[in-house]
C-alpha cells in the first residue's frame, strides 16, 4: 500500500464532516494490546474529530494475558473487518502484521519497528503498517552506560529481559554483546516471561555471585555485585 494512500486512509477514518446523526457512517476500529485500560486522552482526540464509541465509532478491544494469546485476537480482530487496527507494543503489531496485509495498521509503544521488522524504514515503511518509534539505536547500551557510570566498580550488571518481547531479542543479539565490550563488564541475563518468574530471575541473578537490587535505587553496590535493569 502506498504510503500517500495509507495516509489518506488513515485520515478518512479520523477526520469526517459534521453530520446529523441520521447521516453518519459507523465505523470499526480494532485495538490490540495487553491489560491496560486505553488512554483516555485517546478517546478525547477522536471525540475532538467527532468520532464517539457507541454513535458513529464501535472500538473493539483484545486484551492479551500472554505472548501466546496474540495471533488468535489479531485473528479475531481482522475477521471483524475494522476500518483501522491499532497495535499497543511490538508483540500486537507483529501479531497483526501477520494477520492481514491489506487493513491499515497504526502501532505505538514499539521501539524500534526497523530491527524488529515491522517497517522498512522508517522514511518509508512500506506496506500496510505505520506508526511511532519510541527507539534509536543504541538506546539500551545507553541506559547500560548510565548504570555503570553510578556505579563504576560493578563487573556485573544483570540484564532483566522477557523472552517474548521481540525488542528485547533484538537487545540480546545486537546491543548487549557492543556494551559489554565497550564497558569491560560482564552482562549477564535473566529471564520473566510473566510477573511469577520474577522472583526466579532474581534468584538467578544473584547465584551469580551478586546481591541485586533495582537500578532504580541508587544504591551503591560493591564491586561484584549487580543490578537489574527493569524494561
Same mark, same amino acid.
Given at each position: 500500500?502506498?504510503?500517500?494512500?495509507?495516509?489518506?486512509?488513515?485520515?478518512?477514518?479520523?477526520?469526517?464532516?459534521?453530520?446529523?446523526?441520521?447521516?453518519?457512517?459507523?465505523?470499526?476500529?480494532?485495538?490490540?494490546?495487553?491489560?491496560?485500560?486505553?488512554?483516555?486522552?485517546?478517546?478525547?482526540? $477522536?471525540?475532538?474529530? &467527532?468520532?464517539?464509541?457507541? =454513535?458513529?465509532? *464501535?472500538? @473493539?478491544?483484545?486484551?492479551? #494475558?500472554?505472548? !501466546?494469546?496474540?495471533?488468535?485476537?489479531?485473528?479475531?480482530?481482522?475477521?471483524?473487518?475494522?476500518?483501522?487496527?491499532?497495535?499497543?507494543?511490538?508483540?500486537?503489531?507483529?501479531?497483526?502484521?501477520?494477520?492481514?496485509?491489506?487493513?491499515?495498521?497504526?502501532?505505538?509503544?514499539?521501539?524500534?519497528?526497523?530491527?524488529?521488522?515491522?517497517?522498512?524504514?522508517?522514511?518509508?515503511?512500506?506496506?500496510?503498517?505505520?506508526?511511532?518509534?519510541?527507539?534509536?539505536?543504541?538506546?539500551?547500551?545507553?541506559?547500560?552506560?548510565?548504570?555503570?557510570?553510578?556505579?563504576?566498580?560493578?563487573?556485573?550488571?544483570?540484564? $532483566?529481559?522477557?523472552? &517474548?518481547?521481540?525488542?528485547? =531479542?533484538?537487545? *540480546?543479539? @545486537?546491543?548487549?554483546?557492543? #556494551?559489554?565490550? !565497550?564497558?569491560?563488564?560482564?552482562?549477564?541475563?535473566?529471564?520473566?516471561?510473566?510477573?511469577?518468574?520474577?522472583?526466579?530471575?532474581?534468584?538467578?541473578?544473584?547465584?551469580?555471585?551478586?546481591?541485586?537490587?533495582?537500578?532504580?535505587?541508587?544504591?551503591?553496590?560493591?564491586?561484584?555485585?549487580?543490578?537489574?535493569?527493569?524494561?
Amino acid at each position: 500500500m502506498r504510503r500517500r494512500k495509507f495516509t489518506a486512509a488513515t485520515a478518512a477514518l479520523l477526520v469526517s464532516p459534521r453530520r446529523s446523526p441520521a447521516q453518519e457512517t459507523r465505523r470499526r476500529l480494532g485495538v490490540l494490546g495487553d491489560g491496560a485500560a486505553v488512554d483516555p486522552a485517546f478517546l478525547d482526540g $477522536l471525540r475532538s474529530h &467527532g468520532w464517539i464509541d457507541g =454513535r458513529n465509532l *464501535i472500538i @473493539e478491544y483484545r486484551r492479551y #494475558a500472554q505472548y !501466546q494469546d496474540l495471533p488468535a485476537f489479531a485473528a479475531e480482530l481482522v475477521a471483524l473487518s475494522p476500518d483501522l487496527l491499532i497495535a499497543v507494543g511490538p508483540g500486537p503489531a507483529r501479531a497483526l502484521k501477520s494477520a492481514t496485509a491489506t487493513i491499515p495498521i497504526v502501532f505505538v509503544v514499539v521501539a524500534d519497528p526497523v530491527g524488529i521488522g515491522l517497517v522498512q524504514s522508517l522514511s518509508r515503511p512500506g506496506g500496510n503498517i505505520t506508526g511511532l518509534a519510541t527507539y534509536v539505536s543504541g538506546f539500551t547500551t545507553k541506559e547500560i552506560q548510565i548504570l555503570w557510570e553510578i556505579v563504576p566498580t560493578a563487573s556485573k550488571i544483570a540484564v $532483566l529481559i522477557n523472552p &517474548g518481547n521481540p525488542m528485547h =531479542r533484538f537487545a *540480546i543479539a @545486537e546491543e548487549l554483546p557492543q #556494551a559489554a565490550q !565497550q564497558l569491560g563488564v560482564a552482562l549477564p541475563i535473566v529471564k520473566a516471561t510473566t510477573a511469577e518468574e520474577l522472583d526466579i530471575a532474581f534468584t538467578s541473578a544473584a547465584a551469580q555471585h551478586a546481591e541485586c537490587a533495582p537500578a532504580h535505587s541508587g544504591a551503591a553496590q560493591s564491586r561484584g555485585q549487580c543490578h537489574q535493569i527493569h524494561r
